[in-house]
Nanobody, 120 residues
Framework: VQLQASGGGLVQAGGSLRLSCTFSGSAFSINGVSWYRQAPGKQRELVAQINSRGSTVYEDFVEGRFTISRDNAKNTVDLQMNNLIPEDTAVYYC???????????????WGQGTLVTVSS
């Protein structure tokens, strides 16, 4: 099972971007998917989470601006980011935990990261 994050880029403050985390490979029963970010010189921090029931959690600094969602048909978990501010500049990573259907192995997976740059 692999994760691939995409959708990053350069945007002006107030703009929007949509990040996607795409699953591929073996069938994977997802328990939860999270988006994290890491700004230059800072530790990686949680941004948002969605669990298998579709319940979501957001950190205070993105509440009301970002939306995490799942598209089971496309095997993606997206992060819609609106009203971006320069402080949102970071490399964004997706993380998933779940079970490989074929052999019941529990896995924690990370995507490779996608860079979001917000200019003032």
């Amino acid at each position: 099972v692999q994760l691939q994050a995409s959708g990053g880029g350069l945007v002006q403050a107030g703009g929007s971007l949509r990040l996607s985390c795409t699953f591929s490979g073996s069938a994977f029963s997802i328990n939860g998917v999270s988006w994290y970010r890491q700004a230059p010189g800072k530790q990686r921090e949680l941004v948002a989470q969605i669990n298998s029931r579709g319940s979501t959690v957001y950190e205070d600094f993105v509440e009301g601006r970002f939306t995490i969602s799942r598209d089971n048909a496309k095997n993606t978990v997206d992060l819609q980011m609106n009203n971006l501010i320069p402080e949102d500049t970071a490399v964004y990573y997706c993380n998933a935990v779940g079970v490989v259907v074929a052999d019941d192995r529990y896995l924690e997976l990370w995507g490779q990261g996608t860079l979001v740059t917000v200019s003032s």
